[in-house]
Structure formats: C-alpha cells, structure tokens
C-alpha cells in the first residue's frame, strides 16, 4: 500500500477566459477554474490533505520553453484588463487558448505546483513515493515555443527534465487527447521516453500527431510511442492497450515514472467521445502502481465538473492499492 502525497494552490482561478473559439464562434471557455475547484473540494471531502506548493525561478520552464515565448505570455498577460479574455496572434497553435491577466502567473504557479511534486519524490527517494500535482492551467499540448489546446507550459515535461538529471524518465500521458508538447520536447532524446494513450488524431485534436508511426527521431528513435484509439473505446480495449504500453515503459527500465493525467476519456466527459468508466480509472491508477516506481502525477484534462473529484478520487484509490 503506497500513500500519495496531493500539492494544490487556489490561486489558479486567475487564469479565466471567458470562451475558446471554433471557425469564429466564440463558446464558454470548457478548462475552467471551476474544474480544479470542485476536484480539490471533492478531494478534502473523502477527508484528504492538499499541500500548498513551494515556489520555483524561471530556471526550470526556461529549460523547456525559449525565452521569446515565456517573455510572449508574461508580457501579453501584463498588458490585459481584469477579465479581458486575448486570442493572442504569435506562439499558439489553435484557438483554444486565450491569455488572460493572471493567465502567466497561473501557468508558473501549475508548474510549481509540478516540481513540488516532483521535488517530494526526489526527497523521498524510494519505489514508492507518489505525489500528485492538482495543477492548471494544463499542460501537454504546450511545445518549446507553442502555446495550444489550453496549454502554457509543459508541467510534466518540465516536471520530467528536471527529474531526468537524476535517472531515466517515462512519462506515460493517459490524457484522451495525444500530448503534442510533449512528444515534440523529448522526440530526439534517449533517456526520456514518452508514451501515449489517446483518441485517433485523424478526427481528434491535436490532429497534427499522435499517429502509430511515430517513433522518435535521431538518438531518440524507439523511445516515443502512440497508441492511437478509434472513437468510443471502451474499458475492455483500453486496458489492453494499457498493458501494452507498460511493457514499452518497463523494457525501457526506467527510475521515475511521470503520468499526465486526464480523465477526459470518461463517458460523461463532455468535450471527449471515449466510453471508460468510472471504475476503469481505479484500474489504471493501480496498474501504473504495480510496476513499482516512484511517480509524478500531473494533472492534465478532464472537463465535467460532476465527475472530475469521483475520477480523481478513482485513481488515487488504484494508485495507492499497491
Ligand atoms: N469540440 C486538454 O485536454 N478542442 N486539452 C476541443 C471540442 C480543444 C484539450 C474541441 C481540446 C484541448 C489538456
Ligand atoms: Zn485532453
């Protein structure tokens, strides 16, 4: 039986657009504060204790991301009003993420909150420690130099590299959609592999990649790897694909294991078309758990506000059932 260690701030209701925008309609914003809110109070309901996160420097996010781009969001968020909500022009894939005011403090703040997390693991330096990030604004979807898909900053990569100065890394990313940012930030690396779960990207954001084929580039060839799945998969052939995927993690031998974690491949989630049930996330959350290794747990989707504390509170229970 492991106990995970939970670090969360309410300091990420600063970051709030209003609406996200499709082929110019503008639609209530679905990455709301709201989310972490009700996940965190759901959480201290069952009687859980959340850690405030410490503080970080630019150091660790200007490891991941150039400094025009990070200096982009700062001085773009500085220059709004209180509830302005800017679809910026440079550095963005999409127009699912506005800045907003508070939207570069928010995105700093989320990636303490990952290198809290990930700093209680180094400290705690043995197979099993687990701490879990309850951060936003998410972060996968965000590249070196791209902010997209309600993305800033690469928590969990950033989270990754700062833990790859200590051993091999494998981030297994269970978000339903497939982790562009992060595949890009460690496709030419060998001792950082990424491996994805995720809706078929031919009809599923981020549409650009997360296909099979796939693999890495240069020196990091054989350590990236997707697993695309057809719209409304359900437990039975995600689990299998699960199995899968551990086997690429364990042959990889690494030391630490980071999760992006979403909990958008929920039936009920209302963006998202995969059919997973509630108890499929214990599943997941205690199969992870058997292969033994220290874990980061990062917080990524996930989109409805009655479910995310009963998902999250599903995996927990799987995670610490080993
Ligand atoms: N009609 C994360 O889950 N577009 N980002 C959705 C719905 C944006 C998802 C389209 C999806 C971004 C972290
Ligand atoms: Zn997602």
């Excluded at 302005?84 to 993420?97: A, G, R, V």
């Excluded at 799945?229 to 199995?243: C, E, I, K, N, Q």
Aim: proline content about 5%; glycine content about 8%.
């Amino acid at each position: 039986m492991r106990t995970i260690q939970l670090f969360y701030s309410p300091n990420h209701t600063v970051h709030n657009p209003t609406y996200e925008q499709y082929d110019g309609n503008k639609v209530p914003y679905a990455e709301s504060s709201d989310r972490l809110a009700v996940l965190a109070a759901h959480l201290r309901r069952t009687g859980r204790r959340l850690h405030a996160p410490r503080s970080y420097n630019l150091d660790h996010i200007l490891q991941i991301h150039t400094r025009p781009y990070v200096d982009y969001i700062r001085t773009t968020s500085r220059r709004l009003a209180v509830n302005e909500t800017l679809l910026p022009s440079n550095f963005i894939m999409d127009t699912y993420t506005p800045i907003t005011q508070g939207t570069y403090k928010a995105a700093c703040q989320a990636v303490s909150t990952a290198l809290t997390a990930t700093d209680y693991v180094l400290a705690n330096h043995s197979q099993q420690a687990i701490a879990y990030a309850l951060c936003r604004p998410p972060g996968h979807h965000a590249a070196r130099k791209h902010s997209g898909g309600y993305c800033y900053f690469n928590n969990a990569a950033i989270a990754a590299q700062h833990l790859a100065q200590h051993g091999r890394v494998a981030i297994l990313d269970i978000d339903y959609h497939h982790g562009n940012g992060t595949q890009e930030l460690f496709y030419e690396r060998s001792d950082v592999v990424y491996v994805s779960i995720h809706a078929d990207p031919n009809v599923q954001f981020p549409y650009s990649s997360g296909y099979a084929n796939e693999f890495g580039g240069e020196v990091g060839v054989g350590y990236n790897r997707n697993y695309p799945l057809p719209l409304h998969s359900g437990d039975a052939r995600y689990m299998r694909t699960l199995h899968q995927a551990i086997t690429d993690i364990t042959d990889f031998n690494p030391d630490f294991l980071v999760i992006s974690a979403g909990f958008d491949g929920h039936i009920d989630d209302p963006i998202c078309q995969f059919n997973l049930s509630t108890q499929c996330y214990e599943h997941i959350g205690a199969v992870i758990s058997s292969i033994g290794l220290p874990i980061v747990v990062v917080q990524e989707g996930g989109y409805n506000l009655e479910t995310l504390g009963i998902l999250a509170e599903a995996f927990i229970t799987g995670l610490e059932s080993h």
